[in-house]
């Protein structure tokens, strides 16, 4: 199997709800999101980040994912900048109805994988008739 | 109204001034536009990478996610730097449908010519959180050595 190249995929800017105070920049992490028939499962690009400074918060359905990045530690002059690094933050509405306590996150290799468990519906429940 | 004594104009008009001035707006623009632009479009090959210059040693960050260390190459042969790697991609399980796809998996091999030479014995490479950073130290005939002045 001959595998497909990697290509530089452009940075976009995040929408932010308000204009900023601080001039930070901050980036829309490119995202998977697929479904299954138990979860709603988000996987996003934030390299750079730790968990202490992520942020998920899932409020009348929107989900936000924001990650705070370490600003990158100051080891001399830049001679050569091809990307530019800043925080990332993206929110996305959750058409489905997600059981808030059962959500897990997990971040590896600057990879964020977000499982968002279905409420499943009340299965119907088969009474049995019992012959007396 | 304004008005303007006869002593304020120059004695005389310079036909080039005009293009002059509209050189010099050129050139800001391009400038602002380049400064706006920097990072993107710079680099066609993966992945991007920014390179930083100390005295005694160069160290050059590329962001990586999702990709192990495992399938992490990376060699050094004269001032030619080589990185080599894939990302995997998922397991796509049975039963899935997918919203959106935005992540990419593949392999990508990107080699780069260092702007000084480097000690090959000393290099240092580090893969956390999906940034790498690679920190090569500089040969020692490339480090600037301090001259004394001594007074007589």
Redesign the interface.
Known sequence: MT?????????KAAQLSGEQTKNELYFAP????????QE?IV?A??????TDDLDLSLEDSILTIQGRRLP?AQ??????????TGHYLRRFTVAETIDQERIAAS?T???LTVRLPKIQPLQPRKIEVQIG | MTFVRFTDRPPFRNPWAEFERIRQGLDELSRTYIERGKGQGLANVYPALNMYEATDRLVITAELPGVKVDNLDLSLEGDTLTLQGKRDRRQSESGISYHRREIEAGSFSRSIALPVKVDPEQVDARLANGILTITLFKASAATPRQIKVNAE
């Open positions: 595998e497909q190249e990697l290509k530089i995929q452009e940075k490119h995202v998977d999101i697929y479904e299954t028939d709603v996987i690009d934030m390299p750079g980040v730790v990158p080891s001399g002059r830049l001679i050569l900048e091809e990307y530019e971040l290799d600057g990879v």
